[in-house]
């Protein structure tokens, strides 16, 4: 009698749902959020419902499509890589060798 294992091949892998990936789901989250926000403040302002639902319905496309470009342009770490690369300089310079003698003595 031997027993069996069945393995998860789903161990370590980023959270995704519908093609979102990992962070991208809270963005999207977020950005529902501050327009459901948007929306209940504006309606009791007294802003015109249909004008208001146009609004919120084209802002709500614009920021799924922005999302779902990001998620598959970037993938799950790629934000943080684009934001790591733009703080590389593009090149070193050093007006003495006085750095490279000391750390040959060290």
Do not use: D
């Not at 009698?1 to 980023?14: C, W």
């Not at 208001?52 to 890589?81: A, D, E, P, W």
């Amino acid at each position: 009698m031997s027993i069996v294992y069945e393995i998860n091949r789903g161990i370590n892998k980023p959270i995704e749902f519908k093609g979102l990936k990992a962070q991208y789901i809270w963005y999207l989250g977020a950005g529902l959020g501050l327009l459901l926000i948007l929306f209940s403040i504006s309606y009791l302002a007294g802003v015109n419902l249909y004008l208001l639902i146009g609004v919120i319905g084209v802002l709500g496309c614009g920021l799924f499509s922005q999302v779902y470009r990001l998620s598959r342009t970037y993938g799950v770490h790629g934000l943080m890589k684009l934001a790591a690369s733009k703080r590389v300089p593009s090149a070193i310079s050093s007006s003495s060798r006085l750095l490279f003698i000391r750390l040959r003595k060290s």
